[in-house]
């Protein structure tokens, strides 16, 4: 069987570097989506055949699409797609969210996964074959004071991935999501740093679930918002 070629967007980041070492794990081929080449470089200083580095801004729909396309040439196909980037930010309460900051989360969260998604379907469709797992948030479950732009953004991205999985479930595609707590990450370390960490999930936990919904263990899996987080 030829080794899977995988698709990490976020790759540079805590859940996206994770991600890519439970999938080196298993030999597959990477297509490494970072949003710069020195934010790649930094990543991932030791890369070899196996890697296909791309800096690409995913909010650019149209450089999305040439370099996915691009990438998907060199490497044949892509069979699974793990579309990790986007980020977090908060402060606004409701009634004083701005446009800027509204955009910012849709732009991060939704748009980076719209345009990446636009780029792989046609070929997975094409192929009757593809994982596509998302990353949403349990906090995104209910709505939080001052959270409004954020937790609205992941849950468009929750949304999204049900009405993908309803479109797709039937073409072979698997479309499914996380849903992290807080993961153990230097960065929320320091912002918090009173916190019981021992509680938050470990990007390795999160990114091993990950890898099961992209592996044909999870083939009757559609459409999942799979909560993962750790011991909260
Ligand atoms: N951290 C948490 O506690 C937590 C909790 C719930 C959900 N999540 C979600 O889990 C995912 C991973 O979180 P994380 O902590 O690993 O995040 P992170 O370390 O901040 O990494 C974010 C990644 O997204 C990429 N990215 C952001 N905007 C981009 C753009 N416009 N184009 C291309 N790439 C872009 C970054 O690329 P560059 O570095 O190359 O710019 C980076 O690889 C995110 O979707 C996040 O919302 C995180």
């Known amino acids: 069987m030829p080794e899977r070629?995988?698709?990490?967007?976020?790759?540079t980041g805590n859940l996206g570097?994770?991600?890519a070492r439970a999938f080196e794990a298993e030999?597959?081929?990477?297509?490494?989506?970072?949003?710069?080449?020195?934010?790649?470089a930094r990543a991932f200083p030791n890369l070899d055949q196996r890697h296909l580095p791309l800096a690409v801004d995913l909010t650019?729909?149209?450089?999305?699409?040439?370099?996915?396309t691009e990438a998907e040439r060199q490497c044949g196909r892509i069979d699974a797609?793990?579309?990790?980037?986007?980020?977090?930010?908060?402060?606004?309460?409701?009634?004083?969210?701005?446009?800027?900051?509204?955009?910012?989360?849709m732009k991060m969260n939704v748009w980076t996964m719209l345009n990446t998604v636009h780029a792989v379907v046609p070929g997975m469709i094409e192929r009757k074959a593809g994982k596509i797992v998302t990353v949403g948030s349990s906090a995104a479950l209910?709505?939080?004071?001052?959270?409004?732009?954020?937790?609205?953004?992941?849950?468009t991205v929750m949304r999204l991935t049900e009405s993908m999985s309803a479109e797709l479930r039937g073409k072979g595609v698997n479309v499914n999501c996380v849903l992290p707590s807080t993961i153990d990450t230097p960065e929320n370390r320091a912002a918090m740093p009173k916190a019981d960490t021992e509680k938050w999930v470990k990007?390795?936990?999160?990114?091993?679930v990950?890898?099961?919904l992209c592996s044909d263990g999870a083939g009757a899996m559609h459409g999942a918002l799979v909560p993962v987080t750790g011991l909260v």
Not at 84 to 98: P, R, S, W
Not at 203 to 208: G, S
């Open 81 to 105: 797609v793990c579309a990790v980037a986007g980020g977090f930010d908060m402060g606004e309460a409701v009634y004083e969210i701005t446009p800027a900051a509204w955009d910012k989360m």
């Open 5 to 11: 070629v995988i698709l990490i967007t976020g790759a």
């Open 27 to 40: 030999g597959a081929r990477l297509i490494l989506v970072g949003s710069k080449p020195e934010s790649l």
């Open 142 to 155: 209910k709505g939080g004071a001052r959270m409004g732009a954020y937790v609205s953004s992941k849950s």
């Open 203 to 208: 990007p390795e936990d999160l990114a091993a």
């Open 210 to 212: 990950i890898a099961f």
């Open 60 to 68: 650019d729909a149209e450089a999305t699409g040439r370099a996915i």
């Open 17 to 19: 570097r994770a991600t």
